[in-house]
């Protein structure tokens, strides 16, 4: 079976600093897709970054770039110069099937002004 | 704007009663999606659909029911056999089923009275 964690359920952040949000996988199977999703308080979930498993570079979207560490079966996100408007839950998913996407148990962050 | 919606935003259920939730897509996406999300916890797959008249369940399909006759919608009904229905519930939908990324409505929240 394929489990996702997150092992920081909360974490507060000054405005303008970088953030690190956790996420290990497992899986067997060699070919995945990790995500990232933000969640405001409004409850949507919205895309933030992709890494697939057989990609050489480490995925970056703006602000957000994801440290992929295939060996270490982690897939941490990163936020630089952190905003007012980035506090809210994060889930790191992955999909190994076709269909399904796996997600994690979330962290809360707070940005801090 | 192409997007999912769902209805309501918030809904009530009494004991022994089934609800019906809608989530409507104009994206011209095939496949769809319900998940739950409990308080704490990362969300969690009931039932998905690849194509019209065809649908398949997740990790939690007991006590949930489904159809999908039109591409665009999706409704999920919580019988009454669902015995914990109190929860978030977010439908997406995504290109097909090797499609990398969900795309989610803003959510149901659905209370027991």
């Known amino acids: 079976a394929q489990k996702i964690t997150q092992t920081q359920p909360g974490m507060f952040v000054q405005e303008k600093e970088a953030v690190t949000l956790d996420c290990t996988y497992d899986t067997s199977d060699p070919s995945y897709g990790l995500f990232w999703y933000k969640q405001p308080s409004s409850g949507e979930m919205i895309f933030l970054i992709y890494q697939g498993s057989y990609d050489q570079q480490n995925a970056t979207e703006g602000r957000y770039s994801l440290n992929f560490q295939k060996a270490r079966k982690s897939a941490n996100l990163v936020i630089s110069a952190s905003q007012l408007g980035d506090s809210a839950m994060y889930f790191c998913?992955?999909?190994?099937?076709?269909?399904?996407?796996?997600f994690g148990a979330g962290t809360t962050v707070t940005v801090r002004a | 704007d192409g997007g999912i919606t769902q209805s309501p935003k918030y809904l009530f259920r009494k004991e022994g009663q089934n609800v019906t939730l809608s989530c409507e897509q104009n994206l011209n996406h095939d496949a769809m999606y319900w998940y739950r999300q409990d308080p704490g916890q990362g969300l969690r797959l009931i039932y998905y659909s690849q194509i019209v008249n065809d649908f398949q369940k997740g990790d939690i399909a007991e006590g949930y029911s489904v159809s999908r006759e039109k591409k665009e919608s999706f409704p999920l009904t919580v019988t009454s056999a669902q015995k914990n229905p109190t929860a978030f519930y977010l439908c997406?939908?995504?290109?097909?089923?090797?499609?990398?990324?969900?795309?989610f409505g803003s959510g149901t929240q659905l209370s027991v009275l």
């Open positions: 997406a939908s995504s290109i097909g089923v090797y499609g990398e990324k969900l795309f």
């Open positions: 998913a992955m999909r190994v099937d076709d269909y399904k996407l796996s």
